[in-house]
């Protein structure tokens, strides 16, 4: 099963990940150290967004942790993370106003969004699945046939994880463009301010972009396999 391609194309897409994810904290965390003239905090950013966009029935609370900001469709609530809650600096806006954005495509019923979200427990359950059968196919390697439908198997719960990261890339894509279209409308950012929340936003963007090449990789060499076990 781990194939030398396999644990190349694995270590090529760890690598490019790691690289985005410290190229993305570092750029957030210049960012929060530039306070915005606008004064607002992310908790007040959101409240604003949320309330002029005319959705009354999410709260906006604080998480612990840092870049654990997310909104949940379940209790309607958006997460900021507490530097993300209290700050007052362009990371901050931000992150606030891109999470808002995802509380906005929930009230209009986004299709992506529904899609994402129908997806979870698939692609939970997939990916539990894919261990199992890892550990099974070491032990079913002297089956031709059942390694065989063991991969199969592998290549059915990567093509959920797949679209999965695909329809991820929109979702957030969305998002960003409603939270940076808003904060300028309303004067959150100005001139330079938005130009360095669109990099912070762009650089986030890029982390789903090489999930989702990897995801896609991945399963096209799954498929590669199985195709050359079957000539």
């Known amino acids: 099963m781990f194939h030398p391609g396999y644990l190349v194309l694995l270590i090529v897409f760890m690598v490019i990940g790691l690289l985005v994810q410290f190229r993305l904290k570092n750029v957030f965390s210049t960012f929060s150290k530039i306070p915005l003239r606008s004064g ?29 900001d997310h ?21 901050a806006a931000a ?12 009230a209009e019923n ?27 196919m070491f032990v079913l390697a002297f089956s031709y046939q059942l ?16 679209l999965f990261a695909l329809v991820t890339l929109p979702v957030e894509l969305d998002a960003s463009k409603r939270a940076l279209a808003w904060i300028s409308a309303a004067g959150i ?3 330079e301010e938005q130009q360095k929340a669109e990099t912070g ?22 498929i590669m396999q199985y195709s050359n076990r079957r000539d």
């Open 40 to 68: 607002y905090s992310g908790k007040e950013i959101a409240e604003k967004m949320l309330r002029e966009s005319g959705i009354f029935d999410v709260k906006v609370i604080s998480t612990e942790g840092r870049l654990t």
């Open 71 to 91: 909104y949940n469709p379940k209790d309607r609530t958006v997460n900021l993370s507490e530097d993300v809650y209290e700050g007052r600096s362009i990371t």
């Open 95 to 106: 992150i606030a106003a891109h999470e808002c954005g995802h509380a906005l495509q929930h």
């Open 110 to 136: 986004y299709s992506p969004l529904k899609l994402r979200s129908s997806l979870v427990p698939v692609v939970n359950f997939a990916s539990t699945a894919m261990n199992f059968i890892y550990i099974g």
């Open 147 to 162: 390694y065989n439908q063991a991969l199969l198997a592998i290549i059915i719960a990567q093509a959920f994880i797949t």
């Open 189 to 191: 950012t100005r001139g």
């Open 201 to 222: 936003l762009r650089w986030a963007a890029m982390t789903y972009f090489v999930a989702a090449l990897a995801a896609v990789a991945q399963l096209l060499f799954f």
